[in-house]
């Protein structure tokens, strides 16, 4: 019996692909015959990684595919055509209407994504969400079989790696460093974390700088509006790093004394982890899977009022007691999200499927 | 044991005592974006400026000059003649394409000032027709 994975996209860097790598390693550990096959392979992937689709050998019934869900694609439709039993992997799809009048382009792969979404519906025998908050979406959705969670699983070892000393040179002094990490796109709200900062760098601390670390591809219409938004408001330092690498992303961690989130759309969040892992004490709207992904820890908010978020991360940074509370129940957090745990989760699920 | 609920509270009571809200400009007021390669909208200026860089632009040359130390120099150079016979009339196609893409934007760019100046005259006879309403009007009350 094989466990083949199967998806549209394997990107370099980002969390479905590591994730997607994360499983295939696991699954080889278990002693299962196990490929990654997907229709674009990110060349900065290590060669062999992942197969194109077209050299998928033959399935037989017995066999399972793994189908990792995020976008739309073809392939939400020719799945079901693939011999083999079907699990769906579900990352989540943003709703499509964030991207009204900034990307056609994502407008477009979110909105079939969604209809895709309807289309697998009663066609796949079992699903793995990443968050409760992925598996309610599911039920609303339509869906049946049995849904479990699988929470993404982050390979924390990575993270031990030399962060980028260019940045860490460039921006190393006594000033408060304001981290947000993730694509430059409209449900993550980048807006919010500007004006936020925008009163904060005003009323609480000029030596402050803000850091929007994260890919604008895609989304150039969005991220000329955040820049046309930081210019309405006279604000300085605000520093969009667009596509970065990994050790610079590392260097932004250690650079970081705040972790602020006013996503309105995630999935899980895997920024959050990675905040948790580096100590950095998160702020973080109350959002989606945000509140799921904190699970109590860090400081969740459903107020975004920069006033309000400013003095918050004034209040952490000045008191001590609390940034060492928030910290403490961030690493407390993180241990459900360690590698071995979740590993286990997955054998588990794996089990339960190969029974 | 810290309370995040009640520090929360505080900092809300704070800033509602001493007034520390601040209006800020909405995300939304922000002036007409320039969409790049995403075309969501008319932005004239943007329009107006494109053109004017296509035109200057359109030609492309498929020799750039070669820098570096001589060694390097020559390999290139070498590389650049011995790819010559494929380059350049891939090039000089590019180039065909590029200048009819320019006509036909300039085109676009004739057709639009004509527009803009046939609506002008037609605001200027819709505001005659309105005055001489006026005074045909006036003259039947009279």
């Known amino acids: 019996m094989r466990i083949v994975q199967i998806l549209s996209t394997i990107a370099f860097g980002d969390a479905v692909g590591n994730h997607t790598i994360a499983m295939r390693r696991l699954l080889e550990e278990l002693g299962y015959d196990t490929e990654i096959y997907a229709q674009n392979i ?141 694509r430059i796109a ?57 596509h970065t690498k990994f050790d610079e992303i590392l260097a932004y961690y250690k650079l970081a004394d705040v972790f602020l989130c006013m996503s309105e759309h995630e999935g899980f969040c895997v920024p959050l982890l990675e905040a948790m892992y580096f100590d950095v004490p998160i702020i973080a709207y109350k959002a989606a899977a945000v509140p799921e992904t904190l699970g109590g820890s860090a400081i969740a908010v459903d107020d975004k009022q920069p006033a309000f978020i400013a003095k918050l991360i004034e209040r952490l940074l000045n008191d001590r007691a609390l940034r060492e509370a928030v910290v403490k129940g961030q690493q407390e957090r993180l241990k459900d999200f360690s590698y071995d745990r979740t590993k286990e989760t997955f054998k588990r699920l794996i089990s339960d499927c190969v029974r | 044991m810290v309370d995040i609920e009640k520090i929360m509270q505080e900092i809300r009571e704070e800033i509602k005592e001493k007034g520390l809200d601040k209006e800020l400009p909405a995300f939304e007021s922000g002036a007409p974006i320039r969409c790049g390669a995403v075309y969501e909208c008319f932005d004239e200026d943007y329009f107006y400026e494109n053109v004017e860089q296509m035109n200057q632009t359109c030609l492309i040359q498929p020799d750039r000059p070669i820098a570096g130390n001589p060694i390097a120099v020559l390999i290139k150079k070498t590389i650049r003649k011995l790819t010559r016979f494929y380059i350049a009339p891939a090039f000089c196609d590019q180039s065909q394409f590029n200048v009819a893409a320019v006509k036909a934007m300039n085109s676009l760019r004739y057709y639009i000032d004509e527009d803009r100046k046939s609506k002008a005259r037609i605001d200027e006879l819709a505001k005659r027709v309105e005055e001489l309403e006026k005074r045909l009007e006036s003259r039947g009350r009279e």
């Open chain 1, 42 to 182: 990110d060349h900065r992937l290590k060669k062999g990684t992942a197969k194109s689709i077209d050299h998928l050998k033959i399935l037989n019934k017995r066999d399972i595919i793994l189908y990792h869900m995020s976008m739309g694609t073809d392939l939400n439709y020719s799945i079901v055509n693939y011999p083999g039993r079907k699990i769906m992997v579900y990352h989540n799809i943003t709703p499509y209407q964030y991207f009204y009048g900034y990307s056609k382009a994502n407008y477009d792969l979110t909105y079939m994504g969604r209809d895709g979404l309807n289309f697998l519906k009663g066609k796949v025998e079992r699903c793995f969400a990443d968050s409760e908050f992925n598996k309610t979406d599911l039920i609303e959705a339509g869906y049946t079989c049995p849904i479990d969670v699988l929470p993404i699983i982050v390979p924390f070892d990575d993270y031990e790696k030399a962060p980028n000393q260019r940045v860490l040179r460039q921006y190393e002094d006594d000033w408060v460093n304001i981290l947000f990490v993730g």
């Open chain 1, 186 to 242: 409209p449900n993550k709200k980048q807006e919010d974390i500007i004006r936020a900062f925008a009163y904060y760098k005003a009323y609480v601390n000029p030596k402050s700088r803000l850091f929007l670390v994260g890919s604008y591809k895609g989304l150039e219409a969005y991220y000329r509006k955040l820049q046309q938004y930081v210019r309405d408001l006279g604000v300085g330092d605000v520093v969009f790093t667009g």
